[in-house]
């Protein structure tokens, strides 16, 4: 038996508003109107300042590249809108056929908008190629429990496990790792080019791409041929587009150029547009943290600096634990739309627990000056210490600047750091943090699914996604222990142990937890059901 995750609707209080997503009472000018292809229903046309990395699955693990590539490409396992329990998708069946072997069958002559059949063969080549490719921006992390895939027949696929009873195994094929991609189009060994992989139209999702300009238009037609969990789309047709600024963003989803808008607007416009009489506001539950990665290489002390020094390097993490101050941020910066976080793993879910609130700043969760001094001298470190410190300022937000001059502007009135805050466009960010390019910078995190695990072993055993070059045998023990560890109570105990650990060793200090916000007008259907706890923006849900 395998155990459900928990949905989070249920298991995370209404922390914060992060991934802002806004709904105008008209539909877009020159939108596409009302077709009549087999969905039925009208265009709907979905504003975001996210960006795409690739729509290749195997070299990103971004919110951007996900809305397009959950729209477009078939999941093994996958949840319905409102539920975060994963469930077949394009499977007919899928189980533990042994502690170590979950089998999937296939429904039968599944096909990609191609004309290819889709078969367990493609299956197997897509998990196969995420692993081997292994890219720094992709997805590998998620599988590290996994050792084999196997196509036993056109329709049933055996996945081999490392460890007996993974509790998450099920979930994660509905994750960035899940996309299955046909294997006559796609390289095996390398990354393939976003015009390459439109050209060859391997999509078997909801929707087919039609045309695309990357970052700036995605339109995208209803599938005919899908076949899966999600049902046909309710609208014939969706466009995509890009924004390079949030004011923009808002202004067209007021003028009603565009029906729905995503990540990310300020907390000033999400005010501004609660006041207005032509959006209706949804509150829904989320677990995005915002935190800042230490490269445990290139950082004050680290590895690989001339004056690399492992105990000088954590007294340098723990510092600027004990000074930064989260309540000012989300208070000045977000305007409480999010809230202080004190843990790698989001407040709310079964076995989440607060260990930084009590071990950095004054044990409350105010900073405390005293003690970051204190930890910095039996250390033996005098003087200012300099931190370089980048951050991204569309992926995540306008904010994202505010809020980072604040972290400058705390750090330096201790008068214990001097600070470089510098900042690059996401498409860059993405890669070189993952080439040692920052020795501190932000990151923020929207989960693949809801359960602690997928706020640990991401981020924290060998090869994880941050590659920050850190790793504690110890940490990687308690991650890999409480996985595969059924009983609910002891897995949660492990839960908390890990999160201990990582507290200590200062991997990343989480800054701030969110949700979702909605905002929607009243021609649009369907709006309650973006509110999902597995985080997957689904424009297929959306009618006019």
């Given at each position: 038996?395998?155990?459900?995750?928990?949905?989070?609707?249920?298991?995370?209080?209404?922390?914060?508003?992060?991934?802002?997503?806004?709904?105008?009472?008209?539909?877009?000018?020159?939108?596409?109107?009302?077709?009549?292809?087999?969905?039925?229903?009208?265009?709907?046309?979905?504003?975001?300042?996210?960006?795409?990395?690739?729509?290749?699955?195997?070299?990103?693990?971004?919110?951007?590249?996900?809305?397009?590539?959950?729209?477009?490409?078939?999941?093994?396992?996958?949840?319905?809108?409102?539920?975060?329990?994963?469930?077949?998708?394009?499977?007919?069946?899928?189980?533990?056929?042994?502690?170590?072997?979950?089998?999937?069958?296939?429904?039968?002559?599944?096909?990609?908008?191609?004309?290819?059949?889709?078969?367990?063969?493609?299956?197997?080549?897509?998990?196969?190629?995420?692993?081997?490719?292994?890219?720094p921006n992709g997805p590998a992390s998620l599988l590290s429990n996994l050792t084999s895939v196997e196509a036993k027949d056109d329709t049933t696929v055996v996945f081999t496990l490392k460890a007996a009873n993974d509790q998450v195994f099920p979930s994660v094929l509905g994750t960035n790792t899940g996309p299955i991609v046909d294997e006559e189009v796609f390289p095996a060994d390398k990354i393939m080019s976003d015009e390459d992989i439109v050209a060859g139209k391997p999509f078997a999702g909801p929707y087919t791409i039609e045309s695309y300009k990357k970052n700036e238009l995605v339109s995208l037609k209803s599938n005919p041929d899908y076949n899966g969990l999600l049902g046909k789309p309710a609208n014939d047709s969706a466009v995509i587009k890009y924004y390079a600024d949030s004011n923009n963003l808002k202004l067209d989803v007021q003028g009603g150029n565009i029906d729905v808008a995503g990540r990310s607007l300020t907390a000033t416009d999400a005010a501004?547009?609660?006041?207005?009489?032509?959006?209706?506001?949804?509150?829904?539950?989320?677990?995005?943290?915002?935190?800042?990665?230490?490269?445990?290489?290139?950082?004050?002390?680290?590895?690989?600096?001339?004056?690399?020094?492992?105990?000088?390097?954590?007294?340098?993490?723990?510092?600027?634990?004990?000074?930064?101050?989260?309540?000012?941020?989300?208070?000045?910066?977000?305007?409480?739309?999010?809230?202080?976080?004190?843990?790698?793993?989001?407040?709310?879910?079964?076995?989440?627990?607060?260990?930084?609130?009590?071990?950095?700043?004054?044990?409350?969760?105010?900073?405390?000056?005293?003690?970051?001094?204190?930890?910095?001298?039996?250390?033996?470190?005098?003087?200012?210490?300099?931190?370089?410190?980048?951050?991204?300022?569309?992926?995540?937000?306008?904010?994202?600047?505010?809020?980072?001059?604040?972290?400058?502007?705390?750090?330096?009135?201790?008068?214990?750091?001097?600070?470089?805050?510098?900042?690059?466009?996401?498409?860059?960010?993405?890669?070189?943090?993952?080439?040692?390019?920052?020795?501190?910078?932000?990151?923020?995190?929207?989960?693949?699914?809801?359960?602690?695990?997928?706020?640990?072993?991401?981020?924290?055993?060998?090869?994880?996604?941050?590659?920050?070059?850190?790793?504690?045998?110890?940490?990687?023990?308690?991650?890999?222990?409480?996985?595969?560890?059924?009983?609910?109570?002891?897995?949660?105990?492990?839960?908390?142990?890990?999160?201990?650990?990582?507290?200590?060793?200062?991997?990343?200090?989480?800054?701030?937890?969110?949700?979702?916000?909605?905002?929607?007008?009243?021609?649009?259907?369907?709006?309650?059901?973006?509110?999902?706890?597995?985080?997957?923006?689904?424009?297929?849900?959306?009618?006019?």
């Open positions: 038996m395998i155990k459900s995750t928990t949905p989070l609707h249920r298991a995370i209080a209404l922390a914060g508003i992060s991934a802002l997503a806004l709904t105008a009472c008209t539909g877009p000018s020159g939108g596409g109107g009302t077709s009549t292809g087999s969905a039925g229903g009208g265009a709907i046309t979905f504003g975001t300042t996210d960006k795409v990395v690739t729509l290749d699955p195997a070299g990103s693990y971004d919110a951007g590249s996900f809305l397009v590539m959950n729209q477009v490409y078939p999941f093994l396992m996958n949840s319905k809108p409102g539920s975060a329990e994963a469930s077949p998708d394009i499977a007919e069946s899928a189980s533990f056929t042994a502690p170590t072997e979950f089998t999937v069958k296939l429904k039968p002559n599944l096909k990609f908008a191609n004309g290819h059949a889709l078969t367990a063969s493609d299956v197997k080549f897509s998990y196969d190629r995420v692993m081997k490719i292994n890219d501004d547009l609660e006041k207005d009489s032509k959006v209706k506001v949804y509150k829904g539950p989320g677990g995005e943290l915002r935190y800042i990665v230490f490269n445990f290489d290139t950082m004050p002390f680290g590895a690989k600096t001339p004056e690399a020094d492992p105990a000088k390097a954590l007294a340098v993490r723990q510092a600027m634990a004990d000074i930064v101050d989260r309540q000012a941020i989300s208070d000045q910066v977000y305007k409480g739309t999010y809230v202080p976080a004190y843990s790698v793993v989001a407040d709310g879910l079964p076995g989440a627990t607060q260990p930084m609130k009590e071990m950095y700043g004054d044990g409350t969760g105010k900073p405390s000056l005293d003690k970051a001094k204190k930890v910095l001298s039996d250390a033996g470190i005098s003087g200012p210490v300099n931190v370089k410190l980048q951050y991204n300022p569309d992926h995540y937000g306008k904010s994202s600047g505010d809020e980072y001059a604040m972290v400058k502007e705390q750090l330096e009135k201790s008068g214990l750091f001097t600070v470089d805050l510098q900042s690059t466009e996401w498409v860059t960010y993405s890669k070189a943090r993952t080439a040692d390019a920052y020795p501190v910078y932000q990151l923020g995190w929207f989960p693949d699914y809801s359960d602690a695990d997928n706020y640990l072993t991401p981020f924290f055993i060998p090869g994880n996604f941050l590659k920050n070059h850190y790793e504690n045998p110890t940490v990687t023990e308690l991650v890999q222990k409480q996985l595969t560890t059924p009983d609910k109570a002891e897995r949660e105990k492990l839960l908390g142990e890990v999160q201990t650990a990582v507290a200590k060793d200062l991997s990343t200090l989480p800054l701030l937890q969110g949700a979702q916000l909605l905002v929607a007008g009243s021609d649009v259907k369907g709006v309650e059901k973006t509110l999902d706890p597995s985080f997957k923006t689904r424009l297929g849900v959306l009618s006019k």
